[in-house]
């Protein structure tokens, strides 16, 4: 199956600085990815869109100018975490899809732990 | 608005049958997913539904009602390893993945 990798894993940054995120598809091309936040027992919550060259799409409440989407390639995505503050702490999930035969399925990286202190 | 129902916790017994059902309602529909996700992990796909009636791969089944709204996961022969949370998404017109808040199953020797 399809593969999507996220680099770091986990990153445990200062209140105040930023922090990047990237998200690879390592064996097929992504038309799209999508950020996701996950909280400690709840479930996946999109952050935003992002079509490979055009701007990315926020959900509403997540502020674009603070969770900054970079999309430059068909297999590369990075989101930046920037000023980030504890509240920001948690679970950001990427996933990455293509056209599959009749249907766009979602290949989830493995997801970046991020605590801020 | 768009709204995904699926129960919050489940336990069952190890080498019995669950089913856990998902209810949605979406603005278009372009098919029903299951993701398996253990503590601490992304999400992993399980099955995709988009016309009426049951998928069966291996021990997991999912079945599919459109008119209904109406999903269901059906676990089979269950495993210590089955214990997870398992999110139900419906794909809507814009081919934007609706989440459930997910189920967590507990399996009990």
């Known amino acids: 199956g399809a593969v999507v990798s996220q680099h770091p894993s986990w990153v445990i940054c200062k209140s105040g600085t930023s922090v990047k995120i990237e998200c690879r598809s390592l064996?097929?091309?992504?038309?799209?990815m999508f950020w996701y936040r996950q909280f400690p027992k709840q479930s996946l919550m999109l952050m935003a869109t992002s079509n490979e060259g055009s701007k990315a799409t926020y959900e509403q409440g997540v502020e674009k100018d603070k969770f900054l989407i970079n999309h430059a390639s068909l297999t590369l995505s990075t989101l930046t975490v920037t000023s980030a503050h504890p509240e920001d702490s948690s679970f950001y999930i990427c996933?990455?899809?293509?056209?599959?035969?009749?249907?766009?399925?979602?290949?989830f990286g493995p997801g970046t732990r991020l605590t801020v202190l | 608005g768009q709204n995904i129902d699926q129960p919050t916790e489940m336990t069952a017994t190890e080498g019995a049958i669950v089913q856990i059902n998902c209810t949605y309602q979406?603005?278009?529909?372009?098919?029903l997913f299951w993701y398996q996700q253990h503590a601490g992990e992304a999400p992993t796909f399980l099955s995709y539904?988009?016309l009426d009636g049951l998928e069966e791969k291996g021990r997991f089944s999912s079945f599919l009602s459109r008119s209904k709204g109406y999903s269901y996961l059906l676990l089979k022969e269950l495993q210590m390893k089955d214990s997870a949370s398992y999110l139900c998404a419906a794909m809507d017109s814009n081919y934007q993945l609706i989440w459930g808040a997910g189920t967590k199953l507990i399996i009990k020797p």
């Open positions: 064996d097929f091309q992504a038309t799209t």
């Open positions: 979406t603005s278009g529909f372009n098919g």
């Open positions: 539904n988009v």
């Open positions: 996933s990455a899809s293509s056209i599959a035969g009749d249907y766009n399925e979602q290949f």
